[in-house]
């Protein structure tokens, strides 16, 4: 069990870039999930996929957020035209769903710094 | 809506101390209720879960028992120790995919 491994672990880019984040998740697991933790808060969930199907986003996700999935295994998350507000640490999480919810696990996250 | 409340930290505790973290939580139906832990520059680790009501989650030394008449999953542990100092998030899962977070309560351990 590797785990679920976020690349990369720290980004920093001007206000108006764009960005994009990997997941690879726990290699069995059918469901991958993103959330975004900002300093002294609990993570809120932005959006999960179960296969390569998108299920639900949060009103979180605007317009300038896009994540896909594309065969089932690893993520991306891109941010277009960052702002300053998008400076947060962002987690991805898998879990196996079949036959009732197991647990998600997460990964040690990506920092994005917007200067 | 689902919602969970947790106790404000930071909680400051001497080594070997009892601790009690509270979370109550608001759900329609029968939500399954985790605590997560976040040590400093890394993701969440699952710490225990609890799936129906009068479940105990254990690990490590940790317990919470999942009260539905208090709506409440309140983390114990009788004697912590100098590596439990991290960040413990109460969580809930009620179907839809997403957990809902508390807060978070920071922990820190004194020798």
């Known amino acids: 069990d590797t785990g679920v491994s976020q690349d990369p672990r720290h980004k920093i880019t001007k206000r108006g870039q764009n960005v994009t984040f990997r997941c690879d998740p726990i290699?069995?697991?059918?469901?991958l999930y993103w959330y975004r933790q900002t300093l002294g808060q609990g993570p809120e969930f932005l959006t999960y996929f179960q296969n390569e199907a998108q299920l639900e986003k949060s009103r979180l996700l605007s317009d300038r957020f896009s994540a896909e999935r594309p065969k089932g295994s690893f993520s991306t998350l891109e941010i277009q035209r960052t702002e300053q507000g998008d400076s947060a640490m962002y987690l991805c999480?898998?879990?196996?769903?079949?036959?009732?919810?197991?647990?998600?696990?997460f990964g040690d996250g990506t920092r994005l710094s917007i200067l | 809506g689902n919602s969970v409340t947790q106790m404000e930290g930071p909680v400051t505790l001497s080594e070997e101390a009892f601790l009690t973290i509270n979370c109550t939580y608001t759900?329609?139906?029968?939500?399954?209720l985790f605590w997560y832990v976040q040590y400093p520059g890394e993701g969440l680790q699952l710490l225990l879960k609890?799936?129906?009501?009068?479940d105990k989650g254990s690990n490590k030394g940790f317990e919470a028992t999942y009260r539905k008449e208090t709506t409440s999953f309140h983390l114990e542990k009788g004697s912590v120790q100098v590596s439990d100092s991290a960040v413990y998030f109460c969580a809930l899962y009620n179907q839809g995919g997403k957990l809902i977070f508390g807060q978070g309560t920071e922990l820190s351990v004194k020798p």
């Open positions: 609890a799936t129906k009501a009068d």
């Open positions: 759900a329609t139906g029968y939500p399954s």
């Open positions: 290699s069995e697991h059918n469901r």
């Open positions: 999480a898998s879990s196996l769903s079949g036959g009732g919810e197991g647990p998600q696990h």
